[in-house]
């Protein structure tokens, strides 16, 4: 399933909040629940289908508006021009270094730095280039090495996005589902980055 699958489950619009997903789960969780339904299979399966739907959206679903706020995002809110085709593949989310304070770095020791500032240039040349296989290596092992830093985590979910993108250009479908999801699961209060996500589901379900 996608996103929006994962949405329909639980009876709601895709980007519904974390709060309406919570709730609505709580609901359907109680009218399911196989204790309340003994010998009944159709409300066991449905119930194990918005479990998984939950289980998958609590770690992504945008927090609320009181929660968050789009301007921490380090990835800006771009447009996406009109569908043109599968071949259309809108370059839209970028890795910055708009960093603000105390937000998103960690303390980090002066060879650490010079490491991620080398792999951030490093990272936007194979990003440019489509390298994407190499540009994910580079990035999870930078992550591996400053697990702590969220600005690498961005960096990490922009390039699984990228590489999912790219996939849904090259018709794999199921592997462009799943470097999508990772993307999302990486950095899941990235809104603009969710957005993107969403997008490119919208185009995985026009080819699937």
């Known amino acids: 399933m996608d996103i ?3 949405y329909r489950q639980l009876g709601l619009r895709s980007g519904a909040s974390l709060s309406q997903v919570k ?7 109680r009218q399911y629940h196989p204790d309340v339904n003994p010998g009944n ?3 066991k399966n449905k119930f194990i289908a918005i479990t998984e739907a939950y289980k998958f ?31 259309a593949q809108p370059q839209a989310v970028k890795v910055t270094r708009k960093e603000p304070p105390g937000q998103l770095s960690v303390d980090l020791s002066a060879a650490e730095e010079k490491l991620k500032q080398d792999a951030y240039v ?10 994407f296989p190499r540009a994910i290596a580079l990035i999870e092992g930078l992550a591996q ?6 600005e690498v985590r961005q960096w990490q979910a922009i390039a699984y996005q990228r590489w999912g993108r790219h996939l849904i250009g090259e018709r794999q479908v199921d592997k462009a589902r799943i470097y999508l ?24 379900e026009q080819i699937y």
């Open 145 to 150: 090495r400053i697990p702590e830093d969220l």
């Open 122 to 131: 490093e990272l936007q040349q194979l990003l440019k280039y489509q390298r």
């Open 181 to 204: 999801k990772k993307a999302v699961k990486t950095d899941p209060h990235n809104r603009a980055l969710w957005a993107e996500v969403e997008r490119d589901f919208r185009r995985l």
């Open 41 to 43: 299979e159709q409300a």
């Open 23 to 29: 709730a609505s789960y709580r609901q359907l969780a």
């Open 57 to 87: 959206l609590v770690n992504i679903a945008p927090p609320d508006v009181a929660e968050s706020k789009v301007g921490n995002s380090t990835v800006p809110p771009t447009s996406t021009p009109p569908d043109r085709g599968v071949k």
């Open 4 to 6: 929006a699958d994962y």
